[in-house]
């Protein structure tokens, strides 16, 4: 059972929004040294999208695509993440995962080095569509 659950996904427009939660699964919590984002498109490779270090300086990573689009911040009384996803455009179609690593990692070594080797928990994803 994944540890990790997302939600938030679906079909937008070009220059529409989505917000993309992550939470942790019922009986699990939220702890994590560093928190994230990645995101797979079919025949694409692996893309960290954001990452954020909230233990220690809230430093957060965002890849070049989506710099200025894209805000990743969390809600410690919720006990989730969020992706704020504006000005979406088709190339953002992907299916979206939650990843979380307990390691004293930065958050841009969990987006650019993200595999499993790196996380310890992964959701199932969320499917984000942008098309016309």
């Known amino acids: 059972q994944p540890q990790l659950e997302e939600s938030g996904g679906g079909l937008a427009q070009p220059g529409g929004s989505l917000r993309l939660s992550c939470a942790a699964a019922s009986g699990f919590t939220l702890d994590y040294y560093v928190i994230g984002w990645f995101r797979q498109a079919p025949g694409k490779e692996r893309e960290g999208v954001s990452c954020i270090n909230s233990v220690d300086n809230n430093t957060a990573y965002y890849a070049d695509s989506v710099i200025g689009r894209f805000t990743i911040f969390g809600n410690n009384a919720k006990n989730a993440v969020y992706l704020q996803m504006d000005s979406l455009k088709p190339e953002d179609t992907a299916v979206y995962y939650c990843?979380?690593?307990?390691?004293?990692?930065?958050?841009?070594?969990?987006?650019?080095?993200?595999?499993?080797?790196?996380?310890?928990?992964r959701g199932r994803g969320t499917q984000v569509s942008v098309s016309s």
């Open positions: 990843i979380g690593s307990q390691r004293r990692i930065a958050s841009s070594f969990l987006c650019e080095e993200g595999g499993p080797e790196v996380y310890e928990n």
